[in-house]
């Protein structure tokens, strides 16, 4: 008689654990209040809806990766990528789901304009402005530090830095991005020391290192006794100094020369230094 109890509780036993297993695989939902699109800074209510069946249902949520919440549901929450985990007495397997709130952002489209090496100033050309789930028309306004330099299509000679952008769509979002200003970062003019105008090929004329990235300059070459023996604006090494002057060859000696760089949009510099002709 005992016997039979314990088979007949066996048999009991597996067919309500059977029929509590039944309801596997279960599901969830994610309820969003407000649903669409929402503006970054507009907090998002989620909550869980389990499907019917699943008993004693317990959750696990994530939003962009962190962990936040283990309620049935997440009270003033910042859109984003959303998962919910469910897990419920009557189903081993764990069920998720996932939303991904959009949100109004901006994204600006802008040139920096570089005109010459190493700018400690530059400008900066708005093409455009967009916008991902906003309504135009847009507006925005650029900061440099306290000042509000307003909306414009060219923001002229802005020091080299990196600038917020406020921007605004029609439905009242806003949102900032950053415009990130690079230049042209250039190695100084390096002067030859040497000249051998003997007709050889090698050192018949002066060079200038990296001249070319300074077309902006003058050139000027003094003897021992201070008199001028080349001068030349715009000195490049196609057509450079031959060790002549006059038209004659000038003698085996030191020479001295003076380098000066004119920038607009960055420091003017002087190179002093001398220069030795051998035969």
Known sequence: MRKRSLILLLIITF????????QCPLGVGIVRNPTGVVCRDVPVDY????????????????????????????INSTPGAVIVYMFADNCPDTTFNQ???????????????????????????????NSFG????????LLSGDQNLGQQTLYADLPVNNYPVYATEAGGCTD?????????????????QVLTPNGDGYNDSWTIANIDLYPNNEVYIFDRWGQRVY?????D????????????????????????VTQEKSDDFVLKGAVSIFK
């Open 99 to 129: 939303v991904h709130h959009q949100v109004v952002y901006f994204d600006m489209d802008y040139d920096v304009i570089v005109e010459e090496c190493n700018q400690t100033v530059a400008d900066v050309q708005i093409n455009g402005v």
């Open 15 to 22: 067919f309500v654990k059977k029929e509590s297993l039944s």
């Open 47 to 74: 909550s869980a809806t389990p499907s019917v069946g699943a008993i004693n249902p317990q959750y696990v949520w994530v939003v962009d990766g962190d962990t936040v919440s283990n309620g049935t549901s997440i």
């Open 176 to 192: 900032t991005t950053w415009i990130s200003m690079s230049v042209l970062e250039c190695p100084k003019p390096i002067p030859s």
């Open 134 to 141: 906003g309504t135009p028309p847009y507006t925005y306004d």
């Open 237 to 260: 090494n196609i057509d450079g100094w031959d060790g002549k002057y006059v038209g004659g060859n000038l003698p085996v000696s030191t020479y001295f020369y003076v380098l000066e």
């Open 231 to 235: 001068h030349k604006k715009k000195y």
